[in-house]
């Protein structure tokens, strides 16, 4: 490639790469990653680290990697759901030539993708070849997982929120993704351990092993907002999202992967993957969210706005904005709850058009807003009631 002088130049380049590639099409999402590798099998991917994601945007620097790559006999095809390609220091020189017109800004927010080329180039001049370690990937259509790579590239998108939770194909992750050991961030191939146990502890090497695991944690990739607070790292999982002023507490909580919140909530019990909570809520000790494999109908449940989980409670169902579980309750999808005449008519004013009764299943409360479930300390019956009381975040705190 040789030098491009001028931003004109760059853009006709960049048509020019359109045009002229067979089957050319942008990408839904590529970047650049260093991948942890085995350690007994060298092909095999266990890791795969993206400083900067790129999810539907900045096409005209994937055309230039997806040209760079052709300079080196590289021919994509474009008719896969996903590719993944080794990059050397020729596929990174192409890149920075024609990147020159916007060298100086290369460490600005809206040019991340020359200096993540810039200082991989920098890296390996200084260090030598690193063959195989640094790799460049496309996902073209949003289907089934096929590799590593493609994996760790959809939980980049969801952590750092370039995509809405439950919005990605996630299928095949669990195939994809291998279990490893993780000791101080890096993973162990399980095999490896296994092959030199004896020679590892006689010589004091074993490794500290923090967790197994086929998901790394989510600090271990992303650096969260000034105001998000984690408390124990091992309470979120990579492929979670946490909006700004969420505040996960230690002991009974944990956030999986494809879950999250939407605004400022405090979180001390549990959301399960595929779980919403919306801004201002209380997930309060010890309570539970269910996610689709454990406990509800399959439908995956959305947590409302200014929403309290009382300590040891368990919500199987999705609740609307304003709404309080008791502490210790179950509300789970089959259980019935009793409404009475007047607690109806307060709840239809905030729903309005929906249709109650005096014995209802909880499933279908699904997703009102202003309910509060609470359990008659006489009779041990469900009731669900209007509820009045408001629901606020300490702002200090969040």
Known sequence: ?????????????????????????????????????????????????????????????AAIFINALAEQGVELDFSKNEVVYNINSSFLKSCLNAFTPYADEAYG????????????????????????????????????LESVEAAYLKLYALSEAKVEIRSINLNGAFNVLPNVAWSNGQPIELEYLREFEIELKLSNDYPHIDFVDKFPRFLQHIIPADNTR???????????????????????????????????VMVEGRISSSVVVGAQSDIGGGASILGVLSGTDGTPI??????????????GIPLGDGCIIDGGLAVLAGIK???????????????????????????????????????????????VQRSKREIRLNTDLH
């Open 1 to 61: 490639m040789e030098i491009i002088q001028t931003t004109d130049a760059f853009r006709a380049l960049v048509a020019n790469i359109k045009s002229s590639t067979k089957k050319y099409r942008d990408p839904l999402a590529f970047g650049i990653c260093r991948v942890d590798s085995g350690q007994l099998n060298l092909s095999k991917t266990l890791q795969a680290t993206y400083p900067v994601v790129n999810w539907n945007e900045n096409f005209a620097s």
């Open 109 to 144: 927010d809206a040019h991340k993708n020359i200096q993540v080329v810039s200082a991989l180039y920098n890296q390996i001049m200084n260090s030598g070849s690193l063959e195989g370690e640094f790799k460049v990937t496309f996902i073209f259509a949003d289907e089934a």
């Open 230 to 264: 984690i408390l124990d790292t091992s309470k979120v999982r990579f492929g979670a999202q946490l909006a700004a002023g969420t505040t996960v507490m230690p002991g009974a909580s944990y956030v999986n992967f494809n879950a999250g919140t939407t605004g400022p």
């Open 302 to 315: 959305t947590i409302g706005k200014n929403t309290l989980l009382g300590a040891n409670s368990t919500c």
């Open 337 to 383: 709850v009793g409404i009475n005449d007047e607690e109806i008519r307060e709840i239809q004013e905030v729903n309005p058009d929906v249709k109650l009764s005096s014995i209802m299943k909880a499933s279908e409360l699904a997703g009102l807003n202003g309910l509060h479930f609470r359990q008659n300390s006489l009779t041990g019956q469900y009731v």
